[in-house]
């Protein structure tokens, strides 16, 4: 391992230099003298270890020049007469790979592959997403002929926990001639993944550096002041890093002894501290100061803005940082804000306060490029896509960059940004992944954000790829990082976020069914399954299970004292405690099923509703007798419009209503009924209380209240309650006078317990785990027909399985299925398309309603086929303990429908909750599934045609010109 602190002694650099001297007639003398700036010792060191025909793996910050060393491979392949590949993880980034090798080494002899998109793909250079290589290797393609260097860019991306394991296929099924160059973000554990590169690639030099080209300066936004957040002259970078201690790293330390250099000393700036000590003192006193418990309770209500009011310090607005910032010089700057409406708040509030970034020329530039890259989107799409307060935001210098954006909206600002054109862009974390936008400033709003399930505190590995961005290598001398000050900010912990730069890689590998059977395919069964017990995440698993025994033995140490303080004089309170968990999980389960119930069945009977019913709404803003206006029988949320009985319009829901809604009693709508005069509105209204009065029956119906009642009996679940009820109270324990002291330590306990036990099931499970994960998914392949095996024990595979070999994704053993059961038979392209939609959407929230009606009978059927396909595979993999896949998702399947009828993008995306940016996405991943099934093998050729057709009809407009993804 090589580590580089970026000074050299003077006997250092005599060496150095002749080394250099020695150098200049090799090819990294040539490739160093074509260089603009000269080379950093690491990028040297690396450079140095590929031309000895070695692999390397880089790992340094963001900004230091990794890719210089994967452009000396790039060289050294077109030196040779060989071909390089140079991957990604995303296509945005991939795209922009492409631009500069072309601009470097032309057109011609650049090529990019990103499953939707093919450019000269036979070139020596060939740019690609990691995902394509992936599956060139499994189809054995002609393309990898005379490959001799291959770049893997931000390879720390194999910790990913959906996409990683491409990352280890590629690594593990590389030819062994074939050089890696493995380019990462500093991460703790380096010479642990080298380790396991020199395993399965043969030697690969670690070569690993924590110096930052630009120095990188901490500091604390105060209202609109910037303090610093260290005391003295100190930079991030004259502060040692930190090995991970908290962010899941692996439990035993995989860094060899001398080298985990030291924590250097910090000193937080004493401003700062005691600002934070006088924000507290003054939230102390404002809550505890006067008033005793009602004034307590008063300002528990009041929680939120009262911590404003009583901060020092006044919170500065975002376009007072922006114009703070840009009084300082530190435009331009990234603001990440954890929230895409975050972003496009930020951009609309800088706008609406007169902020402009830009000069008259600047503006002339912005306006010409912009008008350039829009000139293919019609017209009519422009309103809907949000252009106008776009374009108006980059004429001030001002963005958003987020995964909702528009594509090709989203390029443009990377442009105008990289270019010094737009001086103020507000990101989401997705930015920090790879795309090449430095700026001078970094500001992070928050130091928290929200997961999908709850707030959290980012990380160190976070921070340190967020704050990365800042300093722009050969433009700045400095950079700057900028926390904003909110109420609570404690100094101490930015500053321990600042001073631990370095995180864990993890593997997130495990074998799929596309996998397996290619491996299969290719090695056979027993070939196969040692592969796989070559990967990253077996090694680390083997090496991990001492820490994992180490940290059992301390459990069971604090379970035994959770043991003795919940001793009971009168009986097993370890029994008794089981009862009350018993019960608590009875009841919650109890409650879950009668709320999905209620909902379920109030949505249904809404939909139900016809013009001319009569219904009582319990709630809401207006509650009393209302008549049916407007039906809405295909919403997934239906909100039927009625007539109040004060003569007043509204549209009700499920969140208005207790349960299902029935008719109450019917009156006929006149056809001259027109709801926007007065008069017609009484009218109606007083035949609806006429009708109420009478007693007028319903026109038809069930009663869906008897429905829910139904639903809601549970004689089963109620006796198991009833029962625990009796048992508990019978049970010697429940009589203790110390009985709640005892009951929080037996929590405590079971928590410990259960925590306790996970980790014993991994350390039985480690060795071999990978490999045994694989014979599960053989054993389900097997089951469905996939894999056969002879009367002499050879693994052979069927023809259904040739056909599973081509799917690549997530639900790749579903999709096999559906159309092995003929889910896409008798579709047509837009149905096809439709249907696609349900295997690669995946909706925010976990809320998916109840099923929309489909817009044909023919995908109704089809849907039904994968909706089954789904409930079966789901009860053999849980049978043989995998992973379950995902449920099928139908929340793009109108919009991806409408939008192959060829429907306007404002009526496609009305009703839904998908940005431009979202659609334009998950179409081109319906593209690219469609791809998939088109080349699968014994196809049917209408099928194989529809494909074809489905992919066409997907794309156009928005979709067909937005060329990043």
Not at 710 to 729: F, H, T, V
Not at 931 to 952: N, V, Y
Request: proline letters at 5%.
């Amino acid at each position: 391992m090589s580590s580089n602190s970026g000074a050299l002694s003077p006997s250092e650099a005599f060496q150095a230099a002749a080394q250099r001297s020695a150098e200049s007639k090799t090819y990294l003398g040539t490739f160093a003298q074509s260089l603009e700036f000269e080379l950093d010792p690491f990028q040297r060191d690396a450079c140095r270890s590929l031309q000895e025909g070695k692999g390397v793996l880089v790992a340094a910050p963001t900004g230091a020049g990794k890719t210089i060393v994967g452009e000396f491979a790039i060289y050294l392949a077109l030196e040779r007469g060989l071909k390089a590949f140079y991957t990604t993880p995303i296509k945005a980034l991939s795209n922009q790979k492409f631009s500069e090798l072309s601009a470097k080494y032309g057109a011609s002899s650049v090529g990019l592959l990103t499953g939707d998109t093919t450019i000269n793909g036979e070139a020596p250079i060939v740019v690609m997403t990691t995902e394509v290589l992936r599956n060139m290797l499994y189809a054995d393609s002609d393309t990898l002929g005379d490959l001799g260097y291959v770049v893997m860019d931000e390879v720390h991306y194999l910790a990913d926990r959906f996409r990683g394991a491409v990352w280890e296929e590629v690594i593990i099924h590389l030819p062994s001639e074939v050089q890696v160059v493995s380019l990462s973000a500093t991460v703790s554990n380096a010479e642990e993944f080298g380790a396991w590169l020199d395993t399965v690639r043969g030697h690969t030099d670690v070569i690993v550096s924590e110096h930052r080209p630009v120095p990188l300066w901490q500091h604390v936004m105060v209202g609109r002041e910037i303090v610093d957040l260290f005391a003295g002259d100190t930079t991030f970078d004259e502060i040692a890093p930190e090995a991970a201690d908290g962010e899941g790293s692996v439990p035993e330390p995989v860094r060899e002894p001398d080298r985990n250099p030291p924590q250097r000393e910090f000193e937080v700036n004493p401003e700062l501290l005691s600002m934070a000590r006088a924000e507290s003192q003054m939230n102390f006193r404002g809550r505890f100061g006067h008033g005793g418990r009602s004034r307590r309770r008063q300002d528990r209500q009041r929680d939120n803005t009262a911590s404003e009011q009583r901060s020092p310090v006044r919170k500065a607005s975002r376009p007072q940082i922006i114009a703070s910032l840009d009084r300082q010089g530190l435009l331009p700057a990234i603001t990440f804000i954890f929230s895409r409406a975050g972003c496009d708040g930020a951009v609309a509030q800088c706008a609406a306060a007169g902020l402009w970034l830009t000069t008259e020329r600047e503006q002339q530039i912005i306006a010409s490029r912009v008008d350039e890259a829009s000139r293919e989107i019609p017209a009519d799409d422009l309103d809907v896509l949000g252009f106008w307060s776009w374009r108006d935001g980059l004429l001030r210098g001002l963005a958003s960059h987020h995964a909702g954006l528009l594509p090709t909206f989203k390029e443009v600002v990377e442009k105008l940004f990289a270019d010094g054109l737009v001086k103020a862009v507000f990101a989401t974390e997705t930015l920090a992944l790879g795309v090449n936008m430095p700026a001078r400033c970094v500001v992070l709003e928050k130091l928290d954000k929200f997961n999908g399930e709850a707030h959290v505190n980012i990380t160190a590995g976070e921070y340190t790829q967020l704050t990365g961005r800042a300093g722009r290598r050969g433009i700045d001398v400095e950079g700057h990082a900028v926390v904003l000050w909110q109420p609570g900010t404690d100094p101490a912990a930015v500053a321990g976020l600042a001073s631990r730069r370095t995180y864990p890689l993890n593997s997130s590998f495990r074998p799929t069914y596309n996998m397996s059977i290619n491996l299969i395919a290719q090695f056979g069964r027993p070939r196969a399954r040692q592969i796989l017990e070559s990967s990253f995440a077996q090694f680390q698993a083997d090496r991990s299970v001492v820490g994992l025994a180490r940290q059992v033995r301390s459990r069971e140490e604090s379970l035994a004292g959770y043991a003795e303080s919940m001793k009971c004089h009168l009986g097993d309170f370890t029994e008794y405690a089981k009862l009350r968990r018993d019960l608590s999980e009875a009841e919650q389960f109890a409650s879950r099923s009668t709320s999905r119930a209620r909902k379920s069945l109030t949505v249904d009977s809404l939909s139900r509703l016809m013009p001319g019913d009569i219904v009582k709404v319990p709630g809401g803003r207006t509650p009393g007798y209302a008549v049916v206006l407007n039906a809405d029988p295909n919403s997934r949320e239906p909100r039927p419009a009625v007539l109040t009985e004060d003569n007043q319009l509204h549209r009700i829901g499920a969140h208005e209503v207790e349960g299902p809604v029935d008719p109450v009693s019917w009156i006929r709508i006149p056809k001259a009924f027109n709801a926007k005069l007065p008069k017609s509105r009484r009218d109606l209204a007083s035949a609806m209380r006429n009708a109420v009065r009478e007693g007028r029956p319903p026109a038809r119906g069930t009663n869906r209240s008897e429905d829910f009642g139904r639903a809601r009996y549970m004689p089963d679940q109620e006796k198991k309650i009833a029962d625990l009820r009796r048992a508990l109270r019978a049970h010697p324990c429940h009589g203790c006078s110390e009985r709640e002291d005892h009951a929080r330590w037996a929590e405590r306990w079971w928590k410990l317990r259960h925590e306790t036990d996970g980790l014993i099931r991994q350390i039985q499970g480690r060795t071999n785990t990978i490999a045994k994960t694989f014979d599960r998914v053989c054993d389900v392949l097997a089951v469905y027909g996939y894999l056969q095996t002879s009367d002499a024990g050879h693994v052979t595979i069927s023809a259904d399985g040739q056909r599973l070999r081509r799917i690549y994704g997530e639900k790749d053993l579903l999709i096999s299925q559906s159309i092995r059961q003929g889910a896409i038979k008798d579709l047509d392209g837009a149905e096809l398309a439709a249907l696609a939609s349900t295997m690669v959407y995946q909706a925010k929230r976990d809320d998916r309603g109840l099923r929309p009606k489909m817009p044909s009978v023919s995908l109704e059927t089809s849907v039904d086929i994968v909706v089954r396909e789904w409930s079966a595979l789901e009860d053999v993999e849980d049978k043989n303990r995998l992973p379950l896949t995902a449920e099928p998702e139908l929340g793009l399947v109108w919009p991806i429908f409408k939008w192959a009828k060829g429907r306007h993008l404002q009526e496609v995306l009305s009703g839904t909750d998908l940005a431009a940016g979202d659609f334009v996405r998950w179409a081109k991943q319906v593209i690219d599934l469609l791809d998939q099934m088109a080349k699968i093998p014994g196809l049917e050729r209408r099928q194989t045609k529809m494909c074809r057709e489905a992919i066409d009809l997907v794309r156009r407009g928005v979709v067909a010109y937005s060329n990043v993804s």
